[in-house]
């Protein structure tokens, strides 16, 4: 099918992670739980990190190569203990995606001070010290990706999502950060930056708030969970191996048409 449709037959790509440990947080649900299932589709061992309890069935789904794991990423100690866990089970840690993430909007009026330190605690300092502590482990073992999740709101600004798009674009800067001091010990460090993607949760959500921002992009539909999940793959494998420092729309060309 897809050979068809653009010459690339995404079977041929299978096992180019083999070796490797990744953790995914937010793995119970939308961009998190395709990507642990691509990962591990690609050969990687995943620790599939959620606040939920959604990971337990995420783990089902991709069989023996996985562990669930209970984490809120707004707590570093927690942080700190998924990245040991991942250590003492599989022996390593090659990637760190960071995923977990909240979204809430509304008038700039209305953003109390509890409202943006939980933004900033979930979806800025989250992702900084999972990062933080992916590093203390890559560096055991001579390398290692990071990947964050921000988002097109990280890059452009629209109205009533202040909080949550300072909380993208310090993700975005953050990346860059890891990127300039880890790169001497082979550690690369990229974004993410969704436009709308179908996911359970944010992108469900999001859609159906306002359904034309799922057709307003050039391609005219909304992405794919896995669509995403295979751009992470890419990123964490040897393919990826010179890319570092970058923020990567995945948006359907929607940015091309905000810029
Ligand atoms: N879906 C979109 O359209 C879209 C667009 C741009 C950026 N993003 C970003 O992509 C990432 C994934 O989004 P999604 O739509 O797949 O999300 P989702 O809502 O489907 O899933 C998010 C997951 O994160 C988990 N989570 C939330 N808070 C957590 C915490 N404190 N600790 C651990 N886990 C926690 C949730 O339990 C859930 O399983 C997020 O960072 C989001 O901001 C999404």
Not at 35 to 47: H, M, N, S
Not at 69 to 75: E, G, H, W
């Amino acid at each position: 099918m897809h050979r068809r449709l653009c010459g690339t037959n995404w079977e041929d790509y299978m096992g180019t992670l083999d070796g490797k440990v990744a953790i995914v947080t937010g793995a119970g649900s939308g961009m998190g739980k395709a990507t642990a299932k691509i990962l591990a589709r690609e050969g990687a061992k995943v620790v599939a990190a959620d606040i939920s309890g959604l990971q337990e069935q995420t783990v089902a789904e991709i069989g023996a190569n996985a562990i669930a794991a209970r984490c809120d990423i707004s707590d570093e100690a927690q942080l700190s203990a998924l990245v040991d866990l991942a250590v003492e089970k599989f022996g390593r840690l090659d990637a760190m995606l960071n995923v977990a993430g909240i979204g809430a909007g509304g008038p700039i009026e209305s953003m109390s001070a509890q409202d943006l330190d939980r933004m900033l605690n979930v979806n800025l300092k989250g992702m900084f010290f999972g990062a933080k502590h992916a590093v203390r482990a890559m560096k055991n073992n001579g390398g290692g990706a990071i990947i964050n999740w921000s988002s097109l709101a990280g890059l452009i600004p629209s109205p009533n999502s202040a909080a949550y798009a300072i909380s993208k674009a310090g993700v975005v800067m953050m990346t860059k950060s890891f990127a300039v001091e880890c790169g001497k010990y082979n550690i690369r460090s990229n974004a993410i930056c969704p436009g709308l993607i179908l996911t359970e949760g944010m992108g469900q959500a999001a859609a159906k708030a306002q359904p034309d921002r799922a057709t307003v992009n050039p391609l005219g539909r909304p992405g794919l969970p896995e669509e995403a999940g295979e751009l992470a793959a890419f990123l964490v494998s040897d393919r990826g191996s010179y890319i570092n420092g970058v923020a990567i729309p995945i948006d359907g060309g929607w940015g091309c048409l905000l810029a």
